[in-house]
Nanobody
Framework: QLQASGGGLVQAGGSLRLSCAAS????????MGWFRQAPGKGREFVAG????????SYAASVKGRFTISRDNAKSTVYLQMNSLKPEDTAVYYC??????????????WGQGTQVTVSS
């Protein structure tokens, strides 16, 4: 089970930190990722991190603004989002899988958390 939290309403330029608590799988054995889906759009890969936390991947649209990290002792993955823009508005989902750097590498999804960035 994956439970995302930390979403909310923030002004452009602000920051939010999303968390995703995992259970039911050996957390450190799986890559973790964040995806988002804006109204009327398809699901978009945002960021991924390897099981050991040593490798990360980011979408070009968030690189340099967002940081993914994980705490395997707490079975939790985080997404620190800085310099938020209105176009970052979406429902954000966490996911787990075997390959951190490709969308097709994820096979288990949690429920999302809404992020709204006002201009």
């Amino acid at each position: 089970q994956l439970q995302a939290s930390g979403g909310g309403l923030v002004q452009a330029g602000g920051s939010l930190r999303l968390s995703c608590a995992a259970s039911g799988r050996t957390f450190s054995s799986y890559a973790m990722g964040w995806f988002r889906q804006a109204p009327g759009k398809g699901r978009e890969f945002v960021a991924g991190i390897s099981g050991g936390g040593t490798s990360t991947s980011y979408a070009a649209s968030v690189k340099g603004r967002f940081t993914i990290s994980r705490d395997n002792a707490k079975s939790t993955v985080y997404l620190q989002m800085n310099s938020l823009k209105p176009e970052d508005t979406a429902v954000y989902y966490c996911a787990s899988g075997k390959s951190y750097y490709v969308s097709s590498g994820y096979d288990y999804w949690g429920q999302g958390t809404q992020v709204t960035v006002s201009s």
